[in-house]
Every structure is written in C-alpha cells, then in structure tokens.
C-alpha cells in the first residue's frame, strides 16, 4: 500500500483538533497533533443557537490549523485531503447551517455527524492498541458522552451517544463557584439515571469488559494532573491506568476548587478550568456503572478513526 496522508479534523463542543497522519499497510503513523479550547458550544444547552463569537473563535484555529496543514505538503504529498466533522454542539444548534458555511469559505467541507457515528468512529481509534479485548470506550465531551462496547477490530455491539457532556452540565446544574453539595448530586443523579439503561443492557446480553479505555480531554487530564505534568507529554498520558480511587480524589479536588484556582493547577489547560469538574463527574459515574477499577487512557481516538475511515475509502 502506498503511503497516503490525511488531515481529520474534530470540532467539539470544548475543542478544536486536528490530525495529520500517514498511512501505509503497517498502519497509522501520526505526524502532528493540534488542539485548541475553542467552546464552540458555549451556551447552546440553553439557546439552541451557535454565538457568533464562538463561531469566530473556531475558524480562528481552523485558520491556523490550515497554515501548518501547508508545511506537511511535499511533492510526494502535494494535496493533503482535509476529513472535518463536528459533534454535539453542532447537532445541537439550529444555526449550525451559518457555521458550516463559514468553514466552506476557507475550503473546508465539515460534517456534522450523529453520535452513534461519532461513537463507531472513536471506538476504531482507540481499541486498535487491544487486539482481541473487549472493550468500553468511554469518551466524555463537551455536549455529549458516547459509550461503545465491542471486541477490538470488530464491529461493536452496544453503541450509545448520550446527551451528557461537561460543558451542558456545568452550565445546567452548577450555578456556584465552587459547585455546592446539592448542585453536585443533583448532576449526578441525573447523568446516572439517563446511564442506567444501558449498563443494564449490557449485563443482560452477558457482556463481560476486559478493559475500559477512555478517551478525549477529561481522562487525559486527569493523568496529566496527576503526574503534575508542566509540559504536557502524550506518551505519559497515552496507556496510563487511572484507577478508580485515583480519579474519584481528582474529582473531588476539583470540585472543592473554585475556577480561578483550577486555572493554576499543574497539568491542567486554563481553559479546560470551567468544565473539568463536570467532566470528572461524569467519568466517575461511568466507571462506577461499569464496575471496572478505573480506566486505561488513549490518546488515539475519533481523530484516528477519521484516518482509518478515509484511508479504506
């Protein structure tokens, strides 16, 4: 197989990210990985709408994400194919048709996919490291949370893209900074009700996890706090364990914590400050459902299944 290169492109409703991998017949070889907080979904829980200056904010990145694209171009490669798809926030808005045409003045054709695409996508991303295993991939974003279960490299059996994410929380249930006792239990009350179902299902069908791995910012950050990581190294984060005792002290960290002094922890993006004890909330409800001991981090995800996807096309 030739080697072909691709650029993926996520739009969340926290990040912005982007990929630009190789191909060949041993598989994807990452050559850069870009990341930005750029809350396109500020907002939209409430409003149904995208705001203007978070629709700025992301062609702002996807500017600069373009830039760099053009230093991977060499006469191998003279053309990089760009695959950009957007989740919850966009699925969300009523206005999400404005953003996709900004995107398409600057050349790029964006997709806003439902969540058991987005689900499928991350499962074959993250699960490519365990051969053989049956797995949960758990990946908590910012409007939305998806769940898939399935043995790597097959198709999966159970796939579930919930409305929970760690921005719709915050801006629902924690109204103090930092959140209060009742805030928090309300939340959790919830998020685990709307669980539920499908934790039940999974038992019922006689499905055993050998592992769950979890994906995107929240259970990266964890690691990276964690190991009080200054300058935030990937090949840490990517195959750390994060047991449960660990990520439940985490959260209640950070939910003792006011903004602005979250904003100062070593390991932590500032930006991710606002939604990151929402984020943990959730994670720590899933991994009580599952009745796993913690987690197993990857940094391959819906961006590496993006490149696996177009790469078969």
């Known amino acids: 197989m030739q080697t072909r290169r691709f650029a993926a492109i996520d739009i969340g409703t926290v990040t912005s990210r982007m990929l630009v991998a190789d191909v060949d017949d041993t598989g994807i070889h990452t050559l850069d990985r870009e990341y930005g907080i750029t809350n396109l979904g500020e907002g939209v829980d409430a409003t149904g709408m995208l705001k203007p200056e978070a629709i700025d904010r992301v062609e702002a990145k996807i ?11 060499t006469p191998e490669h003279p053309e990089i194919p760009i695959i950009a798809m957007a989740t919850s926030a966009s699925r969300d808005a009523s206005n999400a048709d404005e953003f996709v045409g900004r995107l398409r003045s600057l050349g790029i054709e964006l997709t806003v996919i439902p969540g058991e695409r987005e689900a499928g996508l991350s499962f074959a991303g993250a699960t490519a490291a365990f051969p ?76 055993v996890l050998d592992r769950m791995v979890a994906v995107a910012g929240t259970a990266t950050s964890v690691v990276s706090m964690h190991k009080e990581m200054a300058v935030y190294d990937s090949s840490q ?77």
């Not at 579930?160 to 929380?169: L, T």
């Open 63 to 73: 500017r600069e994400y373009l830039d760099t694209l053009k230093t991977f171009k």
């Open 132 to 207: 053989g295993e049956t797995l949960m991939v758990v990946d908590v974003g910012g409007g939305s949370s998806e769940l898939v279960v399935g043995k790597a490299g097959e198709e999966p059996l159970m796939v579930h893209s919930f409305n929970i994410g760690c921005r719709r929380v915050t801006e629902r249930f924690f109204h103090s900074d930092p959140p209060m006792a009742d805030e928090v239990a309300a939340a959790d009350s919830w998020m685990r009700a709307e669980f539920q179902w499908y934790f039940d299902e999974m038992r019922e069908r006689g499905i």
């Open 237 to 313: 984060v990517h195959g750390a364990p994060v047991s449960k005792a660990v990520l439940a002290e985490m959260r209640d960290r950070m939910l003792g914590m006011t903004v602005e002094q979250r904003r100062h922890i070593v390991g932590l993006d500032p930006d991710r400050a606002p939604v990151i004890a929402a984020g943990m909330v959730i994670l720590c409800a899933i991994v009580d459902l599952a009745g796993t001991d913690g987690y197993t981090t990857s940094e391959a995800d819906i961006l590496d299944g993006i490149v696996m996807d177009a790469a078969r096309g």
